[in-house]
T-cell receptor
C-alpha cells in the first residue's frame, strides 16, 4: 500500500462547479496534512494545511480531514479555468519524520 | 525576496556522465530538501538537511547519488555515473526548522534532467 494515494484523474468540471479532490494515507499516526497545487511545468506551491478533524476553509478552498478513515479532501468552490492544475496531497509521516506526497490529481476546469 | 534558486534549469547528458545540480535555499531557512518528480512515481523525497546536516537520506536511490550542503546557502546533488532512468525533474525546497511539521516547503523551479 502506498503511503499517500490519489486518483490521477483527470477530473473534469465545468466553470462554476465544485471540484472535489480526495486523498487517503496509510500512517495512522500522521498529524499534519497539506494540499499543494502544481501548474504544468511549474513547481508545487502550498495552498492549504489541516491538522484537526473537520473542515478548514480559506476562500474558495475547503480542506476536510477524517483521521479515523485516514482520508483528506480538498473542495474548490466556484471552480475557475485558472484552477486547472495538478493537486498534490502531502502527509507528514510521524513515524518516519518526513513529508510524503501523493502522485497528484489533475484538475481540468472548462469555461 | 529571492526564492529557492536552482541550476541548471535544463540538463541533457549522456549515460555515464557526471551530473551536478545546485540549489540556493531561501535566506534564513534551515531545512533543505531534494525531491525527484516523474510521471510514474510522482514527487519522491531523496534527502533532507537540517542546519546543513543530512537527516534522512533513505530516499537516495543508490550509491550513484550523493548530496552535500557545505553551508547554509548552498547544496548540491550529484549523480555519477548517470543513467537514462535518472531522467526526471529534480526539485530543491527549503523551509524553516519546523517545516516538516508545518509542511510549508518553498520549491525552486526545478532542474529537468535528461540522460540519453
Amino acid at each position: 500500500q502506498k503511503e499517500v494515494e490519489q486518483n490521477s484523474g483527470p477530473l473534469s468540471v465545468p466553470e462554476g462547479a465544485i471540484a472535489s479532490l480526495n486523498c487517503t494515507y496509510s500512517d495512522r499516526v500522521s498529524q499534519s496534512f497539506f494540499w499543494y497545487r502544481q501548474y504544468s511545468g511549474k513547481s508545487p506551491e502550498l495552498i492549504m494545511s489541516i491538522y484537526s478533524n473537520g473542515d478548514k476553509e480559506d476562500g474558495r478552498f475547503t480542506a476536510q480531514l477524517n483521521k479515523a478513515s485516514q482520508y483528506v479532501s480538498l473542495l474548490i468552490r466556484d471552480s475557475q479555468p485558472s484552477d486547472s492544475a495538478t493537486y498534490l496531497c502531502a502527509v507528514f509521516l510521524g513515524g518516519f519524520q518526513k513529508l510524503v506526497f501523493g502522485t497528484g490529481t489533475r484538475l481540468l476546469v472548462s469555461p | 525576496d529571492a526564492g529557492v534558486i536552482q541550476s541548471p534549469r535544463h540538463e541533457v547528458t549522456e549515460m555515464g556522465q557526471e551530473v551536478t545540480l545546485r540549489c540556493k535555499p531561501i535566506s534564513g531557512h534551515n531545512s533543505l530538501f531534494w525531491y525527484r518528480q516523474t510521471m510514474m512515481r510522482g514527487l519522491e523525497l531523496l534527502i533532507y538537511f537540517n542546519n546543513n546536516v543530512p537527516i534522512d537520506d533513505s530516499g537516495m536511490p543508490e550509491d550513484r547519488f550523493s548530496a552535500k550542503m557545505p553551508n547554509a546557502s548552498f547544496s548540491t546533488l550529484k549523480i555519477q555515473p548517470s543513467e537514462p532512468r535518472d531522467s526526471a525533474v529534480y526539485f530543491c525546497a527549503s523551509s524553516l526548522a519546523s517545516g516538516t511539521v508545518t509542511g510549508e516547503l518553498f520549491f525552486g523551479e526545478g532542474s529537468r534532467l535528461t540522460v540519453l
